[in-house]
T-cell receptor, first 111, second 112 residues
Framework: KNQVEQSPQSLIILEGKNCTLQCNYTVSPFSNLRWYKQDTGRGPVSLTIMTFSENTKSNGRYTATLDADTKQSSLHITASQLSDSASYICVVSEDDYKLSFGAGTTVTVRA | DTGVSQDPRHKITKRGQNVTFRCDPISEHNRLYWYRQTLGQGPEFLTYFQNEAQLEKSRLLSDRFSAERPKGSFSTLEIQRTEQGDSAMYLC??????????FGPGTRLTVT
């Protein structure tokens, strides 16, 4: 069973609107949680990395939150742009190099 | 461009053929990782090198798969006797610490 579950699987939003992606995980022990953006046919690019003690981290219009007690994270995209159309992957690090990847949420931004 | 590079970007091969992919990490990074990603799924860990030493191999890495990093710089991933189930995107990542991994653009393999 995948230890990192993301929802929704996909969503469509209008340009300029906000959206929130969810990530629930069961990975333990927990070192850090990352959100990556992956454009079609490209490798993932890191958006945010949060350690156990961090609750929120922003990168431009992307804001990630983390609740380590409930093992939930979210990624909020503000004022979406067409270039935000991509897959967003939640990744939980157990320790060192052992990363558990979610299946991703595919976001489509329409004009 | 000083990022992670992979070659080729796309490979189409017939079942039973051998293929080899190359990854050039960011120059000062001593850690290198290989992942496999199938359509609609997140990447899955295959193997990890620290310098030239291969320190971990996933159970996904069958005996048809072999990876090398002979001089601690670039790495190659070879798949022997390819099967249709090997069709996937093969991603390489590198890092200086485990905290941040930088991914390459991937090699898309199609086995016909």
């Amino acid at each position: 069973k995948n230890q990192v579950e993301q929802s929704p699987q996909s969503l469509i939003i209008l340009e300029g609107k906000n959206c929130t992606l969810q990530c629930n995980y069961t990975v333990s022990p927990f070192s850090n949680l990352r959100w990556y953006k992956q454009d079609t046919g490209r490798g993932p690019v890191s958006l945010t990395i949060m350690t156990f003690s961090e609750n929120t981290k922003s990168n431009g219009r992307y804001t990630a939150t983390l609740d380590a007690d409930t093992k939930q994270s979210s990624l909020h995209i503000t004022a979406s742009q067409l270039s935000d159309s991509a897959s967003y992957i939640c990744v939980v690090s157990e320790d060192d190099y052992k990363l558990s990847f979610g299946a991703g949420t595919t976001v489509t931004v329409r004009a | 461009d000083t990022g992670v590079s992979q070659d080729p970007r796309h490979k189409i091969t017939k079942r039973g053929q051998n293929v080899t992919f190359r990854c050039d990490p960011i120059s000062e990074h001593n850690r290198l990782y290989w992942y496999r990603q199938t359509l609609g799924q997140g990447p899955e860990f295959l193997t990890y090198f620290q310098n030239e030493a291969q320190l971990e191999k996933s159970r996904l890495l069958s005996d048809r798969f072999s990876a090398e990093r002979p001089k601690g710089s670039f790495s190659t991933l070879e798949i022997q006797r390819t099967e249709q189930g090997d069709s996937a995107m093969y991603l390489c990542a590198s890092s200086l610490t485990h905290y941040e991994q930088y991914f390459g653009p991937g090699t898309r393999l199609t086995v016909t």
